[in-house]
Protein backbone atom coordinates (compact mmCIF):
# COMPACT_ATOMS: atom_id res chain seq x y z
CA UNK A 1 0.00 0.00 0.00
CA UNK A 2 2.84 2.44 0.73
CA UNK A 3 4.18 1.59 -2.34
CA UNK A 4 0.75 2.60 -4.58
CA UNK A 5 0.90 6.04 -2.44
CA UNK A 6 4.66 6.32 -3.14
CA UNK A 7 3.57 5.96 -6.93
CA UNK A 8 0.17 8.27 -6.59
CA UNK A 9 2.08 11.28 -5.08
CA UNK A 10 5.04 10.61 -8.33
CA UNK A 11 2.02 11.83 -10.42
CA UNK A 12 2.29 15.33 -9.18
CA UNK A 13 5.58 15.72 -10.31
CA UNK A 14 5.34 14.58 -13.58
CA UNK A 15 3.66 16.95 -15.63
CA UNK A 16 3.99 15.12 -18.59
CA UNK A 17 1.98 12.63 -16.78
CA UNK A 18 -0.33 14.79 -16.08
CA UNK A 19 -0.91 16.61 -19.47
CA UNK A 20 -1.47 13.30 -20.89
CA UNK A 21 -4.32 12.80 -18.50
CA UNK A 22 -6.01 15.71 -19.13
CA UNK A 23 -5.29 16.04 -23.25
CA UNK A 24 -7.72 13.94 -24.18
CA UNK A 25 -10.53 15.32 -22.05
CA UNK A 26 -10.24 19.05 -23.91
CA UNK A 27 -9.96 16.89 -26.87
CA UNK A 28 -13.37 15.15 -26.62
CA UNK A 29 -14.72 18.24 -24.77
CA UNK A 30 -13.60 20.00 -28.42
CA UNK A 31 -15.17 17.37 -30.30
CA UNK A 32 -18.21 17.36 -28.29
CA UNK A 33 -18.47 21.05 -28.96
CA UNK A 34 -17.98 20.66 -32.78
CA UNK A 35 -20.30 17.72 -33.38
CA UNK A 36 -22.86 20.49 -31.89
CA UNK A 37 -21.96 23.30 -35.21
CA UNK A 38 -24.10 23.46 -37.89
CA UNK A 39 -21.75 23.89 -40.83
CA UNK A 40 -24.17 23.72 -43.61
CA UNK A 41 -23.93 27.61 -44.25
CA UNK A 42 -20.21 27.24 -44.92
CA UNK A 43 -21.36 25.55 -47.79
CA UNK A 44 -23.65 28.68 -49.11
CA UNK A 45 -23.39 30.74 -52.44
CA UNK A 46 -22.46 34.08 -51.72
CA UNK A 47 -23.56 37.08 -54.24
CA UNK A 48 -22.76 40.55 -54.87
CA UNK A 49 -25.07 42.57 -56.81
CA UNK A 50 -24.87 46.98 -57.20
CA UNK A 51 -28.08 48.25 -55.28
CA UNK A 52 -31.10 49.03 -58.17
CA UNK A 53 -29.00 47.27 -60.51
CA UNK A 54 -31.77 44.00 -60.25
CA UNK A 55 -35.29 43.64 -60.28
CA UNK A 56 -36.95 43.03 -57.29
CA UNK A 57 -37.81 39.29 -58.53
CA UNK A 58 -33.99 38.57 -59.99
CA UNK A 59 -33.07 39.50 -56.38
CA UNK A 60 -35.83 37.26 -54.82
CA UNK A 61 -34.40 34.44 -57.41
CA UNK A 62 -30.99 34.70 -56.25
CA UNK A 63 -32.23 34.31 -52.56
CA UNK A 64 -33.37 30.99 -53.60
CA UNK A 65 -29.33 29.71 -54.12
CA UNK A 66 -27.43 32.01 -51.76
CA UNK A 67 -27.08 34.89 -50.10
CA UNK A 68 -27.01 38.51 -51.14
CA UNK A 69 -25.16 41.17 -50.58
CA UNK A 70 -26.02 44.40 -51.69
CA UNK A 71 -23.11 46.92 -52.76
CA UNK A 72 -23.68 50.73 -53.35
CA UNK A 73 -20.96 50.66 -56.34
CA UNK A 74 -19.57 48.86 -59.06
CA UNK A 75 -16.12 49.61 -57.91
CA UNK A 76 -17.13 48.16 -54.17
CA UNK A 77 -18.71 44.89 -56.10
CA UNK A 78 -15.33 44.16 -57.68
CA UNK A 79 -13.63 45.32 -54.37
CA UNK A 80 -15.30 42.87 -52.54
CA UNK A 81 -15.18 39.70 -55.66
CA UNK A 82 -11.66 40.22 -56.08
CA UNK A 83 -11.17 39.89 -51.78
CA UNK A 84 -8.79 36.60 -51.39
CA UNK A 85 -10.80 35.48 -48.19
CA UNK A 86 -14.58 35.58 -50.14
CA UNK A 87 -15.81 33.46 -52.98
CA UNK A 88 -17.86 35.75 -53.92
CA UNK A 89 -19.89 35.68 -57.26
CA UNK A 90 -20.90 39.31 -59.09
CA UNK A 91 -24.32 39.51 -60.83
CA UNK A 92 -24.84 42.19 -63.13
CA UNK A 93 -28.06 42.53 -65.69
CA UNK A 94 -26.82 42.10 -68.88
CA UNK A 95 -29.95 42.74 -71.47
CA UNK A 96 -32.95 40.24 -70.43
CA UNK A 97 -30.45 38.43 -69.00
CA UNK A 98 -27.74 37.88 -66.36
CA UNK A 99 -23.76 38.22 -66.31
CA UNK A 100 -21.84 36.83 -63.23
CA UNK A 101 -17.82 38.11 -62.60
CA UNK A 102 -15.03 36.53 -60.89
CA UNK A 103 -11.56 37.06 -59.69
CA UNK A 104 -10.27 33.39 -60.82
CA UNK A 105 -9.07 32.31 -57.30
CA UNK A 106 -12.50 30.67 -56.29
CA UNK A 107 -12.98 27.10 -55.79
CA UNK A 108 -13.96 24.91 -58.56
CA UNK A 109 -17.56 24.78 -57.62
CA UNK A 110 -18.07 28.42 -57.18
CA UNK A 111 -16.28 28.89 -60.66
CA UNK A 112 -18.78 26.24 -62.07
CA UNK A 113 -21.53 27.90 -60.50
CA UNK A 114 -20.57 31.37 -61.80
CA UNK A 115 -20.56 29.74 -65.35
CA UNK A 116 -24.12 27.89 -64.77
CA UNK A 117 -26.13 30.69 -63.32
CA UNK A 118 -27.24 32.91 -66.24
CA UNK A 119 -28.62 29.70 -67.98
CA UNK A 120 -30.70 28.79 -65.07
CA UNK A 121 -31.75 32.13 -65.21
CA UNK A 122 -32.66 31.90 -68.67
CA UNK A 123 -34.36 29.03 -68.31
CA UNK A 124 -36.08 30.00 -64.63
CA UNK A 125 -39.61 29.05 -66.16
CA UNK A 126 -39.45 26.17 -67.33
CA UNK A 127 -37.36 25.15 -64.06
CA UNK A 128 -40.48 26.65 -61.98
CA UNK A 129 -42.83 24.23 -62.84
CA UNK A 130 -40.37 21.03 -62.13
CA UNK A 131 -41.02 19.10 -59.09
CA UNK A 132 -38.34 20.24 -56.37
CA UNK A 133 -37.18 17.77 -53.42
CA UNK A 134 -35.49 18.89 -50.77
CA UNK A 135 -33.07 16.52 -49.05
CA UNK A 136 -31.78 16.37 -45.53
CA UNK A 137 -28.40 18.17 -45.35
CA UNK A 138 -25.72 15.48 -44.37
CA UNK A 139 -23.74 16.81 -41.35
CA UNK A 140 -20.46 17.58 -42.46
CA UNK A 141 -18.72 15.81 -39.30
CA UNK A 142 -20.60 12.79 -39.20
CA UNK A 143 -17.97 10.60 -41.07
CA UNK A 144 -15.24 11.59 -39.04
CA UNK A 145 -16.27 12.18 -35.63
CA UNK A 146 -16.39 8.65 -34.54
CA UNK A 147 -12.81 8.41 -36.36
CA UNK A 148 -11.50 11.35 -33.84
CA UNK A 149 -13.28 10.19 -30.81
CA UNK A 150 -11.72 6.70 -31.54
CA UNK A 151 -8.03 8.30 -31.85
CA UNK A 152 -8.66 10.37 -28.80
CA UNK A 153 -9.57 7.46 -26.66
CA UNK A 154 -6.49 5.40 -27.81
CA UNK A 155 -4.55 8.10 -26.90
CA UNK A 156 -6.40 8.50 -23.46
CA UNK A 157 -5.77 4.88 -22.86
CA UNK A 158 -2.05 4.46 -23.65
CA UNK A 159 -1.83 7.46 -20.96
CA UNK A 160 -0.86 4.57 -17.98
CA UNK A 161 2.18 3.36 -20.37
CA UNK A 162 3.16 6.58 -20.85
CA UNK A 163 3.27 7.31 -16.89
CA UNK A 164 5.18 3.79 -16.07
CA UNK A 165 7.60 4.33 -18.24
CA UNK A 166 8.64 7.76 -17.53
CA UNK A 167 8.38 6.53 -13.54
CA UNK A 168 10.88 3.62 -14.21
CA UNK A 169 13.32 5.73 -16.43
CA UNK A 170 13.28 8.43 -13.48
CA UNK A 171 13.73 5.44 -10.78
CA UNK A 172 16.93 3.90 -13.11
CA UNK A 173 18.23 8.15 -13.05
CA UNK A 174 18.11 8.52 -9.45
CA UNK A 175 19.27 4.73 -8.58
CA UNK A 176 15.92 3.52 -6.69
CA UNK A 177 15.95 0.83 -9.30
CA UNK A 178 18.86 -0.86 -7.42
CA UNK A 179 17.17 -1.25 -4.16
CA UNK A 180 13.65 -2.11 -6.04
CA UNK A 181 15.84 -5.14 -6.97
CA UNK A 182 17.37 -6.13 -3.60
CA UNK A 183 13.56 -5.65 -1.90
CA UNK A 184 11.66 -8.68 -0.86
CA UNK A 185 9.55 -8.29 -3.12
CA UNK A 186 7.89 -10.38 -5.98
CA UNK A 187 7.72 -9.84 -10.06
CA UNK A 188 3.69 -9.91 -9.35
CA UNK A 189 4.11 -7.28 -6.65
CA UNK A 190 6.42 -5.08 -8.52
CA UNK A 191 3.57 -5.43 -11.83
CA UNK A 192 0.91 -4.42 -10.16
CA UNK A 193 2.71 -1.52 -7.94
CA UNK A 194 4.23 0.03 -11.13
CA UNK A 195 1.20 -1.08 -13.18
CA UNK A 196 -1.60 0.23 -11.06
CA UNK A 197 -1.98 4.52 -11.03
CA UNK A 198 -1.03 4.53 -14.64
CA UNK A 199 -3.45 2.03 -15.39
CA UNK A 200 -6.38 3.49 -13.05
CA UNK A 201 -5.32 6.91 -14.53
CA UNK A 202 -5.44 5.91 -18.01
CA UNK A 203 -8.99 3.97 -17.26
CA UNK A 204 -10.72 7.17 -16.10
CA UNK A 205 -9.36 9.58 -18.78
CA UNK A 206 -10.84 7.38 -21.54
CA UNK A 207 -13.82 6.73 -19.36
CA UNK A 208 -14.27 11.01 -19.39
CA UNK A 209 -13.91 10.98 -22.60
CA UNK A 210 -15.97 8.58 -23.44
CA UNK A 211 -18.52 9.55 -21.76
CA UNK A 212 -18.38 13.17 -23.58
CA UNK A 213 -18.70 12.12 -26.32
CA UNK A 214 -20.90 8.53 -26.70
CA UNK A 215 -24.65 7.99 -25.50
CA UNK A 216 -24.21 4.16 -25.59
CA UNK A 217 -26.97 1.76 -24.30
CA UNK A 218 -26.22 -0.18 -20.84
CA UNK A 219 -24.73 -3.31 -22.89
CA UNK A 220 -22.71 -0.97 -25.17
CA UNK A 221 -21.49 0.78 -22.09
CA UNK A 222 -20.77 -2.43 -20.02
CA UNK A 223 -18.76 -3.64 -23.52
CA UNK A 224 -17.21 0.04 -23.82
CA UNK A 225 -16.12 -0.27 -20.34
CA UNK A 226 -14.19 -3.57 -20.98
CA UNK A 227 -12.84 -2.61 -24.24
CA UNK A 228 -10.85 0.43 -21.71
CA UNK A 229 -9.94 -1.55 -18.72
CA UNK A 230 -8.26 -4.39 -21.09
CA UNK A 231 -6.39 -1.72 -23.10
CA UNK A 232 -5.16 0.30 -20.53
CA UNK A 233 -3.64 -3.13 -18.70
CA UNK A 234 -2.15 -3.48 -22.38
CA UNK A 235 -0.75 0.15 -22.12
CA UNK A 236 0.60 0.00 -18.56
CA UNK A 237 2.01 -2.79 -19.47
CA UNK A 238 3.88 -1.50 -22.78
CA UNK A 239 4.65 1.49 -20.60
CA UNK A 240 6.60 -1.03 -17.91
CA UNK A 241 8.99 -2.90 -20.99
CA UNK A 242 9.79 1.16 -22.02
CA UNK A 243 11.02 1.85 -19.26
CA UNK A 244 13.21 -1.63 -18.88
CA UNK A 245 14.44 -0.93 -22.47
CA UNK A 246 15.37 2.89 -22.14
CA UNK A 247 18.36 3.95 -21.08
CA UNK A 248 17.48 7.67 -20.00
CA UNK A 249 14.86 10.33 -20.38
CA UNK A 250 15.62 11.45 -23.86
CA UNK A 251 15.52 7.76 -25.41
CA UNK A 252 12.45 7.18 -23.16
CA UNK A 253 10.60 10.20 -24.62
CA UNK A 254 11.80 8.95 -28.25
CA UNK A 255 10.78 5.23 -27.54
CA UNK A 256 7.04 6.34 -26.17
CA UNK A 257 6.39 8.56 -29.42
CA UNK A 258 7.36 5.78 -31.42
CA UNK A 259 5.06 3.48 -29.84
CA UNK A 260 2.06 6.16 -29.92
CA UNK A 261 2.84 6.59 -33.65
CA UNK A 262 2.48 3.15 -34.30
CA UNK A 263 -0.85 2.65 -31.82
CA UNK A 264 -2.33 6.00 -34.23
CA UNK A 265 -1.41 4.78 -37.45
CA UNK A 266 -1.40 1.34 -37.88
CA UNK A 267 -5.64 1.26 -36.66
CA UNK A 268 -5.76 4.23 -39.21
CA UNK A 269 -4.04 2.34 -42.29
CA UNK A 270 -5.95 -0.44 -41.54
CA UNK A 271 -9.50 1.33 -41.24
CA UNK A 272 -8.62 3.14 -44.57
CA UNK A 273 -7.19 0.23 -46.51
CA UNK A 274 -10.55 -0.97 -47.35
CA UNK A 275 -10.66 -4.58 -49.23
CA UNK A 276 -6.90 -4.76 -48.61
CA UNK A 277 -5.27 -8.20 -47.90
CA UNK A 278 -7.15 -10.53 -45.39
CA UNK A 279 -3.40 -11.22 -44.13
CA UNK A 280 -2.11 -7.96 -43.48
CA UNK A 281 -5.45 -6.93 -42.16
CA UNK A 282 -5.18 -9.73 -39.54
CA UNK A 283 -1.51 -9.29 -38.72
CA UNK A 284 -2.55 -5.19 -37.87
CA UNK A 285 -4.31 -7.77 -34.80
CA UNK A 286 -1.29 -8.06 -33.18
CA UNK A 287 -0.79 -4.26 -32.52
CA UNK A 288 -3.17 -3.97 -29.04
CA UNK A 289 -4.80 -0.34 -30.16
CA UNK A 290 -5.86 -2.39 -33.86
CA UNK A 291 -8.35 -3.97 -31.56
CA UNK A 292 -9.58 -1.20 -29.27
CA UNK A 293 -9.91 1.12 -32.25
CA UNK A 294 -12.02 -1.66 -34.31
CA UNK A 295 -13.56 -2.24 -31.15
CA UNK A 296 -14.82 1.39 -30.42
CA UNK A 297 -15.70 2.15 -34.20
CA UNK A 298 -17.87 -1.26 -33.68
CA UNK A 299 -19.62 0.24 -30.66
CA UNK A 300 -20.58 3.77 -32.08
CA UNK A 301 -22.29 1.73 -34.95
CA UNK A 302 -23.93 -0.21 -33.19
CA UNK A 303 -21.66 -3.30 -33.63
CA UNK A 304 -21.48 -5.50 -30.66
CA UNK A 305 -20.38 -8.63 -32.26
CA UNK A 306 -17.48 -6.59 -33.55
CA UNK A 307 -16.39 -5.68 -30.45
CA UNK A 308 -17.03 -8.83 -28.40
CA UNK A 309 -14.28 -10.16 -30.99
CA UNK A 310 -12.25 -7.55 -30.47
CA UNK A 311 -12.55 -7.62 -26.46
CA UNK A 312 -11.08 -11.59 -26.82
CA UNK A 313 -8.39 -10.18 -28.88
CA UNK A 314 -7.42 -7.90 -26.02
CA UNK A 315 -7.47 -10.17 -23.61
CA UNK A 316 -5.10 -12.22 -25.17
CA UNK A 317 -2.87 -9.44 -25.54
CA UNK A 318 -3.45 -8.81 -21.53
CA UNK A 319 -1.62 -12.64 -20.78
CA UNK A 320 0.49 -12.73 -23.45
CA UNK A 321 2.18 -9.81 -22.68
CA UNK A 322 1.78 -10.12 -18.83
CA UNK A 323 3.48 -13.35 -18.96
CA UNK A 324 6.27 -12.82 -21.06
CA UNK A 325 6.92 -9.38 -18.77
CA UNK A 326 6.84 -11.64 -15.82
CA UNK A 327 9.17 -14.09 -17.51
CA UNK A 328 11.54 -11.82 -18.12
CA UNK A 329 11.85 -10.36 -14.47
CA UNK A 330 12.17 -13.74 -12.77
CA UNK A 331 15.21 -14.61 -15.22
CA UNK A 332 16.74 -11.18 -14.39
CA UNK A 333 16.59 -11.82 -10.78
CA UNK A 334 17.93 -15.34 -10.93
CA UNK A 335 20.79 -13.75 -12.68
CA UNK A 336 21.18 -11.13 -10.50
CA UNK A 337 21.15 -13.90 -7.24
CA UNK A 338 23.90 -15.88 -9.09
CA UNK A 339 26.07 -12.89 -9.11
Given at each position: M???I????????????????F?P???????????S????S?GEY??G?I????AP??H?WL??????????????LV?????P???M?G???????????I???E???????A????????Q?G?????????L??????????N???A???I?????????N???????K??G??L???????T????V?Q??F?????G??SSV???????????A???A????????????A??????????DG???G????????I?F?A?????Y??????K?V???C??????ATF?????????????????I????LH?????SI????????K??????
Amino acid sequence: MKGLIYQLKSVRKDKFCIMSFFLPIVVAMSLNFIGSIDLSSLGEYDFGVIAGDLAPETHMWLGRYGSVTICQTREELVQAINEPSTNMIGVEMDGNGIKTIISGDELTIWQQMAGTLPVLYRQRGTAAQAGIQILEQPDVLAGYQNLFIAMTLIVAMFMGGTFNAMNIITEKEDGISLINEILPMTSRQYVVQKIFIGFIFGCLSSVIATALCFRLTFAGALAMLTLIILSAFVSALIGLFIGRISDGLMAGVVYIKIVMIVFMAIPLLKYLAVGGSKVVLYICYLIPSSATFEGIMGLANGDMAAAGKDIVILLLHCVVWFSIYLLISRRQKRYIKVL
